[in-house]
């Protein structure tokens, strides 16, 4: 502890923007991390891993811990891999605490094709490559500079989605706040600057959006058991709102020669991992260029998926839907790859569709988001 807060102090003289964001964490030994973890409320950390420390180092660990709050890494994991997220989340900021002429320690995390990329962009490379979770002795640590855990309810328990937002809306209000207090004394390192910048105008991944539109389809009820933990302290039981799993989804692909062979790869893999963490009923993948050239319905143990380009005619979005229709399938949602050029059905069916799009073109109705890579 003693070595935490020369640490903590060393930063307040020659890095105040990082000291004003350590400062706001409560410290707490903790055997089990190995190394240090921050959830946004409490540093964590190994009483070992922090005497073995150079001085140095350590006052770069401390920086990389609140830099990924900051980024609100705490906040933004979702369904991914525990291991492999701490790894894309470590390869996101280590060039910005090193470029702030902070230490690491030996083995931290840096590879400059992923210069100037978020941790979810990173993250979707590596699991491309086939990138393992597991850091250091099976850890969620790869680089050993410490980890950032998954952001936490008042009680400690599992956040809902409103406590995941606050807990992101918290830490950008300190950010900002750390950041303008810097640079007025300035000290605002221009690799920092630059990223709170970035951090003002947030862009989220094309995959990202894509499995968070996936994920919100996820049907989920009201159960007694368990209760909703946030008023069990008031004295009050009320139902929590329970999961209950993925059913149908739907997946098209523009067939008519618009879609390039990387661009269905990186979809592929994408919809790939959606399946694996949300594990719908079934799949329904409909090959389509001016009419439905082949329609799939792929169970679980059929993946992973690969997905072909079949067709090569002109592009018309209508046949889909009304395959779908015609086949009475209401799908929990439905995600069409395409340029979008073509025409559209001129009625929204009642499930909610989500168009991929390669080209600057936007759906006249549903949500669109732009592949890019």
């Known amino acids: 502890m003693e070595r935490i807060t020369k640490a903590r102090a060393a ?46 180092q350590l006052v770069g660990v401390l920086a990389h811990e609140t830099l990924h709050l900051a980024c609100a890494h705490h906040a933004r994991r979702g369904e991914r891999d525990p291991g492999l997220w701490n790894r ?23 590879e400059p094709r992923f210069a100037d990329m978020s941790a979810e962009a990173i993250y979707a490379a590596l699991a491309r490559e086939g990138g393992a979770g597991s850091g250091r002795d099976g850890l969620a640590d790869p680089g050993g500079c410490g980890a950032v855990l998954d952001a936490t309810d008042e009680d400690g328990g599992t956040a809902s989605p ?15 706040q750390a950041a303008q207090a810097a640079k007025a004394q300035g000290r605002l390192p221009a690799a920092l600057a630059r990223l709170v910048e970035e951090l003002k105008k947030p862009k989220l991944d094309w995959r990202d959006l894509l499995r968070r539109f996936v994920q919100a389809a996820s049907r989920s009820d009201y159960r007694w058991t368990p209760p909703n933990r946030r008023f069990v302290a008031s004295g009050l039981y009320l139902p929590s709102l329970v999961p209950d799993g993925l059913g149908e989804i739907a997946v098209v692909v523009d067939t008519s020669g618009s879609i390039s062979e990387d661009e269905l790869a990186a979809f592929a893999a994408e919809i790939n991992g959606i399946v694996e963490d949300s594990a719908p009923e079934r799949v329904h993948v409909i090959y389509c260029d001016a009419e439905v050239q082949r329609a799939d319905e792929i169970e679980i143990d059929a993946f992973p998926l690969r997905l072909e380009a079949i067709g090569g005619g002109g592009t018309d979005f209508r046949p889909p839907f009304a395959w779908l229709e015609r086949h009475g399938i209401a799908p ?42």
Request: net charge negative.
């Open 11 to 56: 930063l307040v003289l020659s890095q105040p923007f990082f000291a004003s964001l350590a400062l706001r964490l409560g410290v707490v030994e903790d055997l089990d991390c190995r190394t240090m973890a921050t959830d946004g409320r409490s540093l964590f950390y190994d009483p070992a891993f922090v005497e073995a420390l150079p001085f140095d």
């Open 88 to 110: 894309a989340a470590d390869l996101a900021i280590n060039p910005v605490v090193l470029s702030a002429g902070l230490a690491l320690p030996e083995g931290a995390l840096v």
């Open 162 to 176: 409103a406590d995941l937002s606050a807990a992101e809306q918290e830490w950008k209000v300190a950010t900002f």
């Open 332 to 373: 929990s949602c439905l995600v069409y790859l395409s340029d979008l050029y073509g025409p559209f059905p001129e009625t929204e069916p009642a499930y909610p569709v989500l168009w991929v799009s390669t080209s600057p073109q936007t759906a006249p109705w549903g949500e669109t988001i732009r592949l890019s890579d």
